[in-house]
């Protein structure tokens, strides 16, 4: 096979539905069936497919240009997104550094993070705080930072982490975890740059949901003893757990803000290191060495940026907060009607909705039933769950909850 797909093995790979067309949260295959979307193509298109004015958008800019590079150039869409990111995100996020995708926005921020300190002269603080059951990406840095087997197995002779933070089981009880970091940042602050997290719930490393007063309380811990805080927004950026972000759950703000995926509404790759103003200042210099020394080709990319301008308009405009609050009540309410000895837990935020099982051996099998019944779910571990698109219509996410019911019946 010419193609090499991600996260499966090639020798039992399968058949693989081939899609042909996509509108709304349909997708259409080749073969003349089709399935809604649950999972909104890894969560990046939030506004479902070929929606006309983000169609419009682009199509738009691709006639005036459809990329120029921000290496000695730059260009009004590059210009545009940046302020309007500025003014969404938590006051104090300032500075937009442009990539091409999470992982790599990722690194940036975590090069952004070590090198903030360094130029300061401090060579020492250099290790870095991740989280369990967290996930940044697959590129090494943020895989080293990642504590899912399944995406870092091939690599665990090589990747070794620094430290490592403690998600509550239970999220109104954290007072065990919030004073075993403080004991870690006692002993070891002087050599820590940053503590990365995703906030208020993990995504691909679990589902794992923990409270705003969590988030506020590690934030403070972090500027009591001189540690940055990154908060990795890729998944749960642009309206994901109910709020425009994760972060404005609680009262704090990070030094750093990773933003991707429903950035362009699953359009285009393209992605953000937002920095505060402590941050961006440290790298003002005279001395060349300061600069930070990133740029990926198509960082900026005219195209992206566009659709990106248009899907934050739309969201705005349109009032998404209130559809996602629809979207959670939905499933909610018949989350409630799922009942089977196989499930451990169950967990809804926003426009995300999990079903976590005790064995991983109950959901085999469940992708093929679920396409079988038009519906397109894609399980990971041991968790079955659904990140539709804003704009899914409710018999569409009806479908979608009544399929996962089906199985847990049969």
């Known amino acids: 096979m010419s193609i090499w797909y991600p996260y499966k093995q090639m020798q039992s790979l399968g058949k693989i539905p081939v899609v042909k067309k996509a509108k709304g949260s349909m997708l259409y295959f080749e073969d003349g069936t089709k399935a809604i979307d649950a999972i909104s193509s890894w969560w ?13 958008a682009i199509k738009k800019q691709v006639d005036s240009f459809s990329h120029v590079m921000l290496g000695g150039l730059t260009h009004q869409p590059a210009l545009r997104l940046a302020e ?123 589902f794992r949901v923990h409270s705003p007063d969590y988030l506020d309380a590690l934030n403070r811990l972090c500027v ?32 750093i803000m990773v933003l991707g995926k429903g950035l362009t509404a699953g359009y285009i790759g393209h992605a953000a290191t937002i920095a505060s103003t402590k941050v961006y200042q440290a790298f003002l210099s005279d001395e060349h060495d300061k600069a930070l020394m990133h740029g990926p080709t198509f960082m900026g990319n005219p195209l992206a940026c566009a659709v990106a301008l248009k899907s934050i308009e739309i969201f705005q405009k349109k009032e998404y907060e209130k559809k996602i609050l629809t979207i959670e009540s939905t499933i909610l309410h018949f989350f409630d009607t799922i009942q089977s ?70």
């Open 44 to 56: 990046a298109c939030i506004h479902g497919y070929a929606y006309k004015p983000l169609n419009r």
């Open 84 to 206: 309007k990111l500025v003014q969404i995100t938590p006051k104090g996020l300032d500075h937009v550094f442009f990539s091409d995708s999470g992982s790599v926005a990722v690194e940036v921020a975590l090069k952004m993070a070590i090198q903030f300190w360094s130029n300061q002269g401090n060579k020492d603080k250099v290790k870095l705080i991740s989280c369990k059951n967290g996930y940044h990406g697959d590129t090494f840095k943020a895989m080293q930072l990642g504590d899912d087997s399944d995406f870092t197995v091939a690599f665990s002779h090589v990747l070794k982490k620094d430290f490592v933070l403690e998600i509550p089981k239970n999220p109104k009880d954290y007072k065990k975890e919030l004073q075993n970091f403080e004991e870690l940042l006692i002993t070891h602050s002087p050599t820590i740059a940053a503590l990365i997290i995703e906030p208020i719930i993990q995504c691909a490393g679990g």
């Open 224 to 255: 009591k003893y001189n540690v940055l805080t990154i908060y990795d927004e890729v998944a749960t950026g642009f309206g994901r757990t109910g709020k425009l972000f994760a972060t404005n759950h609680a009262k704090c703000v990070p030094d």
């Open 341 to 410: 000895e196989e499930i451990l837990d169950k967990r809804v935020l926003g426009a995300v909705g999990i079903i976590e099982v005790k064995n991983e051996k109950s959901i085999v099998g469940l992708k093929e039933f679920a396409l079988e019944n038009k519906v397109f779910i894609r399980p990971i571990g041991t968790m079955v769950y659904l990140m539709p698109s804003y704009r899914i219509k409710k018999k569409q996410l009806l479908s979608i909850l009544e399929t996962m019911k089906k199985w847990f019946e049969k």
